[in-house]
């Protein structure tokens, strides 16, 4: 189906006005753009994130736009032209866009990528190139973080290569698209368990395990938040863990690195990145004072990714 998207630019001291007379034309579905909304947004969500793209940033500045859509059909056009009509001090400009257009646009930017020497991430929709030997960790992931292309990502993905995983127990906090536990599985981990705060997670992150051949048997996901004391927090707690990720943000690590420790096996090994530039030496000491030794310290681009390993109990007579 094709429809008429339709965009109004507006002053923003005008735009609940313009929001409102379209509503009261019985003009649904607004997705307003704005400069003010989207720095909004993030100040209300900035626990999440320590980083914002800059060009993301400059596409909203100085925007204030309000969009709509309506069926590229007669009936479409007459209701456009209506609405022309009623408010002829805006400018009504016009586009023609198809369901495909939003469902598959995105997929042209995610081709297969090589991490290291034994993982090849093919997306769900294209061919299998040459593998060289490595494993194939099949995705499609959405609109949930966690392709691989992201330099956090490939950090965590690497380490785990140089890891001896056969057999081991993993547990992935803040899973995203499963990423990371598959690919720990398809390393040879025997069995992965991983939470996200982002209800959608579990299932997106079980389809792509499912893409791999891995089922319930050995990869389980949840929704929560690992932050809060409450029942995901104490299963947790009764489990131990060879290896424990988190590609999450730097104040969330900050936060869970007391924690980990609990989760950890004797000799398990705690993989964290998501930490931009300018953040690394807190997360070093929230890290030291949780009793972590930093085995290594790697960066990519403006990211760090952490290797470490709980401190060695040294005994005295």
């Known amino acids: 189906?094709?429809?008429?998207?339709?965009?109004?630019?507006?002053?923003?001291?005008?735009?609940?006005?313009?929001?409102?007379?379209?509503?009261?034309?019985?003009?649904?579905?607004?997705?307003?753009?704005?400069?003010?909304?989207?720095?909004?947004?993030l100040e209300q969500n900035r626990q999440y994130w320590d980083y914002v793209d800059e060009e993301l940033r400059d596409a909203y500045r100085g925007v204030c736009r309000v969009k709509f859509y309506y069926e590229d059909s007669d009936d479409g056009r007459a209701a456009l032209e209506q609405l022309r009509g009623a408010f002829p001090q805006y400018t009504f400009l016009t586009d023609v866009v198809r369901d495909e257009d939003w469902e598959n646009n995105w997929k042209q930017y995610y081709k297969p990528l090589t991490i290291g020497r034994r993982l090849l991430i093919v997306p769900?929709?294209?061919?299998?190139?040459?593998?060289?030997?490595?494993?194939?960790?099949?995705?499609?992931p959405g609109l949930?973080?966690?392709?691989?292309?992201?330099a956090t990502t490939r950090m965590c993905l690497e380490k785990l290569q140089e890891l001896p995983l056969d057999g081991k127990?993993?547990?992935?906090?803040?899973?995203?698209?499963?990423?990371?536990?598959?690919?720990?599985?398809?390393?040879?981990?025997?069995?992965?368990?991983?939470?996200?705060?982002?209800?959608?997670?579990?299932?997106?992150?079980?389809?792509?395990?499912a893409l791999n051949g891995i089922g319930a048997d050995r990869f389980h996901v949840v929704a929560g938040d690992v932050l809060a004391p409450g029942p995901l927090r104490r299963r947790l707690g009764q489990e131990k863990y060879d290896v424990v990720l988190a590609n999450i943000v730097a104040d969330v690590i900050i936060a869970l690195s007391p924690a980990v420790p609990e989760w950890l096996a004797e000799d398990g090994v705690f993989i964290c990145?998501?930490?931009?530039?300018?953040?690394?030496?807190?997360?070093k000491a929230a890290l030291t004072a949780?009793?972590?030794?930093?085995?290594?310290c790697e960066r990519q681009e403006d990211w760090y990714c952490m290797t470490c390993r709980r401190k060695k109990q040294i005994c005295s007579d």
């Open 144 to 150: 949930i973080f966690g392709t691989g292309s992201h």
């Open 1 to 41: 189906m094709q429809w008429l998207e339709i965009t109004v630019n507006t002053a923003p001291e005008n735009l609940d006005r313009l929001t409102a007379e379209l509503e009261a034309q019985g003009v649904s579905g607004l997705v307003i753009d704005s400069e003010q909304e989207y720095e909004a947004f």
């Open 273 to 283: 990145s998501g930490i931009i530039e300018g953040r690394q030496q807190e997360v």
């Open 124 to 140: 769900q929709w294209e061919e299998t190139p040459e593998t060289d030997g490595r494993e194939v960790l099949r995705l499609d």
């Open 169 to 209: 127990r993993v547990l992935d906090l803040g899973c995203g698209s499963g990423i990371l536990a598959i690919g720990a599985l398809l390393l040879g981990a025997a069995h992965a368990d991983g939470c996200d705060i982002d209800p959608k997670a579990p299932d997106v992150a079980m389809d792509n395990a």
């Open 290 to 296: 949780a009793g972590f030794d930093i085995a290594a």
